[in-house]
T-cell receptor, first 114, second 114 residues
Framework: GPKVLQIPSHQIIDMGQMVTLNCDPV?????FYWYKQILGQQMEFLVN????????KSKLFKDQFSVERPDGSYFTLKIQPTALEDSAVYFC????????????FGEGSRLIVV | QQQVRQSPQSLTVWEGETAILNCSYE??????FPWYWQFPRESPALLIA?????NKKEDGRFTIFFNKREKKLSLHITDSQPGDSATYFC?????????????FGAGTQLIVIP
């Protein structure tokens, strides 16, 4: 089926440094999402993005977070600066108008902030 | 406040038995309920979904039973197979468009013993 690719699969970073998580969504999809999953807990919505803009964000989407998709390239999540509580698996998802509410998820980027 | 709750947290059944996974939700405006399954080290993938216009959705061995009045639903897996062993997430969305954010439960880990 359709694939969402995420790079890197995992990263260890020092607290205070910047990290960029990359997502290659399903081609022709128009809606993009980031979810955060802390070990053993449910996935929680961070943000959705459409037509070059953030449409909705949750309270977990702190000021240190930003998203963009410049010129149809990767959909990115940037965290600057990182904090210890940012350690989690970040899942990217994409959806298209032909798939209704169906979201296709990537395999996640495991971020460890030390 | 957790919008979607799942039980049990973990479930073990023998091959051939029926596994029943439960889900309840808070917001009566939710109008789309997908179940995602996730195998270790893989991305969550859509398994089956239901909208409140019906109280049952069947796809092979997988059936969703939906009770709008009680705001509950359940996923029944008949003739369980070892390959069904995964974590199952119940989710809910309050919009009919692809912009709808998904609220996930914490998941039920299903183990099917051969």
């Amino acid at each position: 089926g359709p694939k969402v690719l995420q790079i890197p699969s995992h990263q260890i970073i020092d607290m205070g440094q910047m990290v960029t998580l990359n997502c290659d969504p399903v081609s022709n999809h128009l809606y993009f999402y980031w979810y955060k999953q802390i070990l053993g807990q449910q996935m929680e919505f961070l943000v959705n993005f459409y037509n070059g803009k953030v449409m909705e964000k949750s309270k977990l989407f702190k000021d240190q977070f930003s998203v963009e998709r410049p010129d149809g390239s990767y959909f990115t999540l940037k965290i600057q600066p990182t904090a210890l509580e940012d350690s989690a698996v970040y899942f990217c998802a994409s959806g298209g108008t032909d798939s209704g509410n169906t979201l296709y998820f990537g395999e996640g980027s495991r971020l460890i902030v030390v | 406040q957790q919008q979607v709750r799942q039980s049990p947290q973990s479930l073990t059944v023998w091959e051939g038995e029926t596994a029943i996974l439960n889900c309840s939700y808070e917001d009566s405006t939710f109008d789309y309920f997908p179940w995602y399954w996730q195998f270790p080290r893989e991305s969550p993938a859509l398994l089956i979904a239901i909208r409140p216009v019906s109280n049952k959705k069947e796809d092979g061995r997988f059936t969703i039973f939906f009770n709008k009045r009680e705001k509950k639903l359940s996923l029944h897996i008949t003739d369980s197979q070892p390959g069904d062993s995964a974590t199952y997430f119940c989710a809910a969305s309050d919009r009919g468009s692809a912009l709808g954010r998904l609220h996930f439960g914490a998941g039920t880990q299903l183990i099917v013993i051969p």
